[in-house]
Structures are given as structure tokens and as C-alpha cells.
């Protein structure tokens, strides 16, 4: 069951067992959800855009992409690789910072509408240390 924050939920005939072992039951509860932000999603975000999968960008936006982050602050980049398509060569580079690599952004102002930038392998670091793999981000070149 996946609910929205927001939603209120009554429920009735609830069946408890205490501390003790002992059984009991409560006639009538109100659940109200609320967003927890410290286990929210992160996703990619690249300038001004934020990606769950994929995404289609105007041209002139992808010319000057130059840092990649999270839309969450509790998360940060490891690592990530990137390939992109130009000139009928492929470009691909592994970064392990929160920089779009230099010799990509040197090449994006060749970049052709309908062209993809791919991101994969996106590796994030939450604040206790643990790291969360994000899905594979295709960013399309768009007029």
C-alpha cells in the first residue's frame, strides 16, 4: 500500500496485545501521513533539471551543465559514469565527483538535437555513510 502525503486514513477494530500479553482492541483510529524527508528518493539533478529516468532538455540548457547533484541535501555524489554520442563517436567517462568531467563538457556544444547524454551507475552517499545506487538517467538533446 502506497500512500500520499496527506491522506487521512480511518481505521476501525483494532486488535492489540499489550506489553503483558494481554489482548485488547481499540474502536476507531485517525492515521494522517506525513512526508518524511530523511528517506526521500534522491534524484539527479543537473543545473536547473531534475531527472527521475529520462528527460527531454533544450540544447542550449545542456551546453552548460557543470556539476551534478542530488534533489534531496542529504544526499551527496560518489561517483557516476557518462557517455555521450558526438560526431559519430562515443564519449565515455567515470567520474568520481560532482563535476560533469571536462573533456564532456568540451565536447556538449556539438552536441545534436535528439543526441543523449547517459548517466549510469549513479552512486549517492547518505548522511550515515551508506550508499544508494540511483536508476540510469538518458538526458535527450532537445531544439
Avoid at 486514513?9 to 483510529?29: A, C, F, M, Q
Avoid at 557543470?66 to 563517436?89: A, M, W
Amino acid at each position: 500500500l502506497k500512500l500520499k502525503p496527506g491522506v487521512k486514513i480511518d481505521i476501525e477494530n483494532i486488535k492489540i496485545r499489550h506489553s503483558d500479553g494481554t489482548k485488547g482492541s481499540l474502536p476507531y483510529v485517525e492515521i494522517i501521513v506525513k512526508e518524511n524527508p530523511a528517506y526521500k528518493d534522491p534524484f539527479l539533478k543537473i543545473g536547473n533539471y531534475v531527472f527521475e529516468t529520462s528527460k527531454e532538455v533544450p540544447l542550449k540548457d545542456i551546453i552548460t551543465f557543470e556539476k551534478v547533484e542530488t534533489d534531496n541535501p542529504d544526499f551527496s555524489i560518489v561517483s557516476f559514469n557518462l557517455s555521450v554520442f558526438i560526431d559519430g563517436l562515443m564519449y565515455e567517462v567515470t567520474s568520481s565527483r560532482d563535476e560533469i568531467p571536462e573533456i564532456i563538457k568540451q565536447k556538449l556544444p556539438k552536441l545534436k538535437p535528439g543526441g543523449n547524454i547517459v548517466f549510469e551507475n549513479i552512486k549517492v552517499k547518505n548522511n550515515d555513510g551508506k550508499i544508494v545506487n540511483l536508476p540510469s538517467v538518458v538526458i535527450k538533446a532537445k531544439k
